[in-house]
């Protein structure tokens, strides 16, 4: 893992990560830090977090990668229609990891894993 220093603005964005459940891409962290920091910054700042361990890239199966704090192991439920996106907590993936480890012969540690699931919402299933 890579050590990285925290200059004001690298601080600036991992603070806009403090709710619990909020992926945000690249052009939304931008946009709310007025500017403050180019785009290509950003980008190589949110690069390095994730290097550090301190990000994780989120699949939306949207147009950009979003990211969320990794401090904080959960899960998404996303609209395919809207896009509105729910964290949920419980988690068991970890009997996946293991059965999946049973049934391989290639793998013998499983480090980490995702979970993403994709459906409609309320509103988008009424219509
Ligand atoms: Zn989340
Ligand atoms: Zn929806
Ligand atoms: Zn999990």
Do not use: W
Request: glycine fraction near 4%.
């Amino acid at each position: 893992m890579t050590k990285i220093k925290m200059t004001k603005a690298r601080k600036r964005i991992m603070e806009l990560f403090k709710d619990d459940c909020k992926p945000l891409n690249a052009e939304a962290i931008s946009q709310k830090l007025n500017k403050e920091m180019d785009r290509v910054t950003v980008y190589r700042t949110l690069t390095l977090f994730v290097q550090a361990g301190l990000l994780n890239q989120v699949d939306l199966r949207k147009d950009s990668v979003y990211y969320e704090l990794t401090s904080h192991h959960h899960h998404h439920i996303i609209c395919t229609d809207c896009g509105v996106v729910e964290g949920f907590e419980s988690c068991k993936a970890e009997d996946i990891s293991e059965h999946a480890l049973k049934s391989s012969h290639k793998f013998k540690i499983i480090r980490s894993h995702s979970l993403e699931l994709f459906g409609l919402c309320n509103t988008c299933a009424k219509g």
